[in-house]
């Protein structure tokens, strides 16, 4: 990852098909499904982001000392030849997802990560997968990884509370494996509920395999009920498709096209055809895919709510940036937990272009009267991907952008550079 690439770009047309790999999203959780349902859920379009490739390998046992019945099917076995460490890297949502995952099988694991991942919370998780009966432990700091997790608890309850205004993913956990209890799950969400179309999601994926439930007000009721033979199809990644979007959005003219890309998607990101609007961006779904097309429209939209799509912050208030839009944005509590502070790392790389981002009670306020065009930027990237990604698309109107560790790209996209060659950028290690 220690790479550095620069990004340039002799004119400000841009067109292209690009061909995005499978949501990372929708893969992880298709991946638990496949592993929790014994084998009769098989996923198709196999993400290859990294943290897709990673979780995919550790369910099938590769290189945990683990006992597979059929290895090559993707089943996950169900005994471990304990105690196994289990290594995540940088994989948030890894973390989350076999956090709860490895309390349901029998065995003994360590489940640990970067040490980025061990300054990540998840005792929220930790303290409501106890509640359930199950035997974690600390192995480090109180509320942080890494964890020593003893699978195969006997249920205590199954009535759970959990923080509406947390990562999700701490809830996508526990509803993944909530038709394998034995008593099932009734979670209780507190408050207003952040990110809600990731949860929407992972209902969505659990009934494509048979897994019924209900939701009234604030409850999500999951019986104990088996999966059905099934096939889950993993639709090309939204979010990667929103750097695509800011692409468009800073060049003069812009067609592109993203084939499997449909306007009834699962993943709430798909929410950029509608944020991008504002900004003349218009999205043709045909041909089995969607075009983007650059039109003329002068921005008047000034404030953007981001609870729903904080994958999109960083997109987003760069291209503002970028184009001198004064925007306010909100729903950004989340951000801060992330593969790094994102705030300040925004911040951080904004000020190179004289635009602050000013955190006020609840809001963040995009100043940009004193941007400026520099010759060249160095974006450091803080072992973040969207990092990478959401300032890269600034080669549209600064001459040279220098990108740190360029590679960090593969937890997601690992093809995001070769697919700006394609646009026809000029990425140069």
Same mark, same amino acid.
């Given at each position: 990852?220690?790479?550095?690439?620069?990004?340039?770009?002799?004119?400000?047309?841009?067109?292209?098909?690009?061909?995005?790999?499978?949501?990372?999203?929708?893969?992880?959780?298709?991946?638990?499904?496949?592993?929790?349902?014994?084998?009769?859920?098989?996923?198709?379009?196999?993400?290859?982001?990294?943290?897709?490739?990673?979780?995919?390998?550790?369910?099938?046992?590769?290189?945990?000392?683990?006992?597979?019945?059929?290895?090559?099917?993707?089943?996950?076995?169900?005994?471990?030849?304990?105690?196994?460490?289990?290594?995540?890297?940088?994989?948030?949502?890894?973390?989350?997802?076999?956090?709860?995952?490895?309390?349901?099988?029998?065995?003994?694991?360590?489940?640990?990560?970067?040490?980025?991942?061990?300054?990540?919370?998840?005792?929220?998780?930790?303290?409501?997968?106890?509640?359930?009966?199950?035997?974690?432990?600390?192995?480090?700091?109180?509320?942080?990884?890494?964890?020593?997790?003893?699978?195969?608890?006997?249920?205590?309850?199954?009535?759970?509370?959990?923080?509406?205004?947390?990562?999700?993913?701490?809830?996508?956990?526990?509803?993944?494996?909530?038709?394998?209890?034995?008593?099932?799950?009734?979670?209780?969400?507190?408050?207003?509920?952040?990110?809600?179309?990731?949860?929407?999601?992972?209902?969505?994926?659990?009934?494509?395999?048979?897994?019924?439930?209900?939701?009234?007000?604030?409850?999500?009721?999951?019986?104990?009920?088996?999966?059905?033979?099934?096939?889950?199809?993993?639709?090309?990644?939204?979010?990667?498709?929103?750097?695509?979007?800011?692409?468009?959005?800073?060049?003069?003219?812009?067609?592109?096209?993203?084939?499997?890309?449909?306007?009834?998607?699962?993943?709430?990101?798909?929410?950029?055809?509608?944020?991008?609007?504002?900004?003349?961006?218009?999205?043709?779904?045909?041909?089995?895919?969607?075009?983007?097309?650059?039109?003329?429209?002068?921005?008047?939209?000034?404030?953007?709510?981001?609870?729903?799509?904080?994958?999109?912050?960083?997109?987003?208030?760069?291209?503002?940036?970028?184009?001198?839009?004064?925007?306010?944005?909100?729903?950004?509590?989340?951000?801060?937990?992330?593969?790094?502070?994102?705030?300040?790392?925004?911040?951080?790389?904004?000020?190179?272009?004289?635009?602050?981002?000013?955190?006020?009670?609840?809001?963040?306020?995009?100043?940009?009267? @004193?941007?400026?065009?520099? &010759? /060249?930027?160095?974006? *450091?990237?803080? %072992? #973040?991907?969207?990092? =990478?990604?959401?300032?890269?698309?600034?080669?549209?109107?600064?001459?040279?952008?220098?990108?740190? @560790?360029?590679?960090?790209? &593969? /937890?997601?996209?690992? *093809?995001?550079? %070769? #697919?700006?060659?394609? =646009?026809?950028?000029?990425?140069?290690?």
């Amino acid at each position: 990852m220690s790479k550095n690439l620069t990004v340039s770009r002799n004119n400000k047309i841009v067109k292209a098909t690009i061909q995005l790999t499978g949501s990372k999203s929708e893969c992880n959780r298709a991946l638990v499904i496949e592993a929790l349902s014994k084998g009769k859920v098989q996923v198709t379009n196999v993400s290859d982001a990294a943290d897709a490739v990673l979780l995919a390998g550790i369910l099938r046992g590769e290189n945990l000392g683990i006992r597979s019945q059929n290895q090559e099917s993707g089943v996950r076995p169900q005994t471990l030849e304990t105690p196994a460490t289990v290594n995540i890297g940088p994989a948030g949502t890894a973390m989350r997802f076999l956090t709860a995952y490895f309390a349901l099988q029998t065995g003994e694991v360590l489940l640990t990560g970067t040490e980025r991942m061990k300054q990540r919370p998840i005792g929220i998780l930790v303290d409501a997968l106890r509640e359930l009966g199950a035997e974690i432990v600390y192995a480090e700091n109180e509320g942080f990884p890494p964890l020593n997790i003893k699978g195969g608890f006997e249920q205590k309850t199954n009535q759970i509370t959990i923080k509406g205004d947390i990562s999700s993913q701490y809830i996508t956990a526990l509803l993944l494996i909530a038709n394998s209890l034995p008593k099932g799950l009734e979670l209780h969400i507190d408050g207003e509920l952040t990110s809600r179309p990731y949860v929407e999601m992972t209902l969505s994926m659990l009934k494509q395999a048979g897994v019924q439930h209900q939701w009234n007000d604030n409850v999500i009721s999951i019986a104990n009920q088996d999966f059905v033979e099934t096939s889950i199809w993993v639709e090309p990644d939204w979010s990667a498709a929103s750097y695509w979007y800011s692409v468009a959005a800073l060049a003069d003219e812009a067609e592109l096209f993203l084939p499997g890309l449909t306007s009834y998607s699962l993943q709430g990101d798909s929410v950029i055809t509608e944020l991008m609007a504002n900004f003349g961006i218009t999205s043709q779904f045909k041909d089995g895919g969607v075009y983007l097309k650059k039109e003329p429209k002068p921005i008047q939209r000034k404030i953007f709510d981001l609870k729903s799509c904080p994958d999109l912050a960083q997109t987003l208030i760069v291209v503002c940036a970028a184009l001198g839009h004064e925007a306010t944005f909100t729903g950004l509590e989340t951000l801060k937990i992330k593969e790094t502070d994102r705030i300040a790392a925004l911040q951080n790389e904004l000020a190179k272009m004289g635009v602050k981002l000013i955190e006020k009670p609840l809001v963040y306020k995009l100043d940009c009267s @004193e941007k400026f065009i520099p &010759e /060249k930027i160095t974006i *450091a990237t803080y %072992e #973040d991907h969207r990092m =990478a990604m959401a300032f890269a698309p600034l080669a549209l109107i600064i001459p040279q952008v220098e990108v740190e @560790e360029a590679m960090v790209v &593969e /937890k997601s996209y690992p *093809a995001f550079w %070769e #697919d700006f060659k394609k =646009a026809s950028f000029e990425v140069v290690l």
